[in-house]
């Protein structure tokens, strides 16, 4: 199975990754170096192939022969292959590369003519907005892989996840729900709730009497939005345990990003600040309580930039930090 971009795309693949492990003998999962780690914590993946696709990432490599060359000798020996793509990306390049190492049969979405790359050519109606993780799962079905008795198709981790008490304390112990994560980060600024606007939200949500762990990548972000009345764990988490701290928690605050679709793969509810720049009946939260906020009319609806293309970034600098601790206090009810 493949897919090449973040880890969020990843983690919405879990579902059909599921439905194919039910009848293969081993799923070997393609990830771009972004979702790599997400990929390794999919249930039903056995092994994990690392390719920076150039037609993928928005900040592509180079066509490498030698690079092609490598990923087509890895490659070899497997049989079958589930091209799994978002609306705006094409299968065929990957298509491609697997005929080249000799895979039998190829499955994947295209609106375009494939030739002999496909053998299950599936065509959608893109102008339909279906969940990710669905639209995933429909490519696994017309494969002739489908979920399991008993699977309910919401995203999931392997498990046992990792202790987290070294990093909490006592937050991780024996109740769980007692605090609330915010994840200021996003991968595209465009997504990205103002970081003065996180830093008010996280005094108010301590005023309010909540317990605030604030996570990420990027330290100066989330120790500036942690301040002095959060726990900072900004560079401190691995994706697994990251995942274990979200588990933990009431509620996660987060943009439209990979630990969002995290939080959902471990059953927690989300308070979702999302720019519609794409649309969020594909890329919400799945299947666990979520509470939208941010203008979904807003002038950047379904643009899918990466920078905001409207001065002030008004569909989410206009959301408040009373807004935030209102939405957190109704999904901790």
């Not at 108010?204 to 100066?220: F, I, K, S, Y």
């Amino acid at each position: 199975m493949a897919r090449l971009d973040d880890a969020g795309d990843v983690l919405l693949a879990g579902p059909a990754v599921r439905a194919v492990r039910a009848l293969a003998a081993e799923v070997v999962f393609l990830a771009g170096p972004n979702g790599r780690a997400a990929a390794e914590l999919l249930p039903g993946v056995d092994r994990v192939i690392e390719w920076h696709a150039p037609w993928i990432d928005h900040t592509p490599p180079p066509v490498s022969r030698n690079d092609v060359a490598a990923l087509v000798g890895r490659l070899r020996g497997v049989d079958e292959a589930v091209v799994l793509t978002s609306f705006h990306q094409s299968a065929l390049p990957l298509a491609l590369l697997l005929r080249l190492a000799g895979v039998r049969r190829i499955t994947a979405i295209s609106n375009d003519y494939p030739g002999s790359l496909l053998d299950v050519r599936h065509v959608v109606d893109e102008s339909l907005d279906v969940p990710e993780a669905e639209r995933m799962l429909t490519v696994a079905a017309a494969a002739g892989f489908v979920l399991p008795a008993g699977d309910d198709g919401r995203l999931a981790v392997q498990r046992p996840l990792p202790d987290i008490s070294g990093l909490l304390g006592n937050s991780s112990g024996a109740d769980r729900r007692t605090y609330v994560v915010v994840h200021p980060g996003t991968s595209a600024p465009a997504r990205t709730w103002p970081a003065g606007l996180h830093r008010q939200a996280v005094r108010e949500l301590a005023e309010d009497g909540h317990q605030v762990v604030v996570t990420g990548t990027e330290r100066d972000l989330t120790a500036h939005v942690a301040g002095d009345v959060a726990i900072d764990l900004g560079g401190r988490t691995t994706l697994a345990e990251l995942a274990a701290v979200i588990e933990h928690a009431g509620v996660l605050v987060a943009g439209n990003t990979g630990p969002a679709h995290l939080a959902a793969a471990v059953g927690t509810p989300v308070v979702s600040l999302f720019a519609p720049v794409v649309p969020a009946a594909r890329w919400a939260p799945y299947g666990v309580p979520t509470v939208l906020l941010g203008d979904q009319q807003a002038p950047c609806r379904g643009s899918r930039a990466r920078a905001c293309p409207v001065p002030g970034h008004p569909c989410l600098s206009q959301v408040t930090g009373e807004q935030v601790v209102k939405a957190v206090r109704e999904l901790t009810q």
